[in-house]
């Protein structure tokens, strides 16, 4: 710590004692002084988390003096009455993969306290002597399978196994990093409302992945000590979590039941469980300061994966009555319309938001933002409500709960095509929007040589999803999009394209012909499979 710093530190500054001591750790994450810090700042803010920092500091630290301080720190803090700090029983699900299933163990005694978790492991009749490896293990508890029970089942015995403990699932292939449990649990204990968190890795689906390319293993574990420490805002609301690194809150299983164990042996048992945590009103958050390495799916072949995707996918349809994941998808293409700092206060209100996952990742890259959303369908809004501050209704018939030009941005993400009368819903829109405040939509174009080659052929027909999507009632193509919106009392500042040329190399020498027609539209007409569309509120 250079003269400056300390000099800064020694007049606790409170303001900015955090975003300094953050800096500082990107530097250097096993600073121990610097968790102790922290510690010391957090006691009147959130006792659990002052608690969890102290006990990293004890982690990193090397001078038994100092240790003995911290401890006494650690004492005090558990006496205060809102302190509610338990340790973690991380539940490993073995099936061979011994090696690999070794350095999973090892990443976790490398990386935390050792009071602070214990390991149970759960074998499902692994077969390359990984079991006996466990069962040789003083600091595990081991359950053994005779046969194969699958994730959910094998999951739920080490549940059941850990006690009063909050409950990480931990696949055999991830390899924990430094601070990837401290930030976890950290996030775990943002607040009473948490009930699940879960880490960002390399390989992973619901959006926690991170993109780098031809990354090294070593590169990876370089980028997880930068991003592994306390940060500004790393928390992102999702209504569920991937089951491969998964931090569960204690009592929280015992409220609404563990994994369901028709998603045996895998796949959807972590989306059923999301949904569930969302009806009971927690919230789960997406640290993304917490990076796992994960070598992914290791366990399942190719063909195994794609058949036991599609079967548990029908299973969770059946389940609940609604297809998940048609109502949760980011448009990620949405919001880079949005061109604000990220210390905006925007406002920002979507229109046939689903479960909120557009809204959620808009409150992650503008923290000082206001989310609203509206929902249709009741079950969706229900989910939705653990992300975002959404209600329940038809855009159409609704009154709409909203101050005149309140909001900065409404989004329509493929709601106008829906409409008895979209032109109405975006006059009745209008007034909610501030003057030149925007609004964005995506709306799919009628004319895409996809719906041509249909008609001209004789075989187009209304499908589950997309351009001729059976919930339609009405269809656009790029004039009559710019039409609808100037006639409701909007200007388009930018319009572009999602360009899907998939026909083409099927059927190159028909659409070759129908483009040589005369008086036929430009090319481009035919590839743009949705339109976006920005347009200013006059």
Sequence with gaps: MDEKQSEFYSQENKGNLPELIYADLKKDYSNYKLYYKLGKYLEDKNINQAFLCMENAEFFCTDEEAKIQIRTEKERMAQKEDYGVRPVAIVILSYNLKQICIQCVESVRKNNLPDSYEIIAVDNASSDGICEWLQEQEDITLIRNQQNVGFPAGCNQGIQAAGNQDILILNNDIELQPNSVFCLRMGLYESGQVGAAG??????????????????????????????????????????????????????????????????????????????????????????????????????????????????????????????????????????MIDQKPEAPIRVLEVGCGCGSTLARIKALWPNAVVKGIEVVWDI????????????????????????????????????????????????????????????ASIPNVTHMSVILGLLKGTASYQEAGILDKTHLRFFTQKTAINLFQEAGFQIVAMSGILDRRCWLQEEQLIDGILKLPGIADENSFMVSQYLLKALCL
């Design 381 to 440: 809004a229900q989910i939705g409500k653990s992300l975002a501050d959404i209600c329940q209704g038809d855009i159409e018939s609704m009154d709409l709960p909203y101050e005149n030009g309140y909001f900065d941005y409404i989004i329509c993400g493929d709601v106008l095509e829906h409409l008895k009368e979209p032109q109405k819903t975006l006059q009745r829109l209008k007034p909610c929007l501030k003057k030149n405040g925007f609004l964005l």
């Design 199 to 336: 880490c960002v890795t390399n390989y992973a689906g619901n959006g926690q992945a991170v993109h780098k390319n031809n990354f090294s293993i070593e590169e990876w574990r370089n980028y997880a000590k930068e991003t592994n420490v306390p940060c500004e805002n790393p928390y992102e609301c999702k209504f569920y979590l991937g089951g491969f690194a998964l931090l569960l809150r204690h009592g929280l299983l015992e409220q609404i039941g563990m994994f369901d164990e028709r998603f045996s042996p895998g796949y959807y048992e972590d989306t059923d469980l999301g949904i569930r945590i969302a009806r009971a009103g927690c919230k789960q958050l997406l640290c993304r300061n917490s990076f796992v390495l994960h070598y992914g799916s290791a366990s399942f072949q190719a063909e195994d994966k794609t058949n036991q995707l599609a079967v548990n996918k029908q299973k969770i349809i059946d389940k609940w009555g609604f297809d998940i994941e048609y109502y949760s998808e980011i448009r990620q293409e949405l919001i880079e």
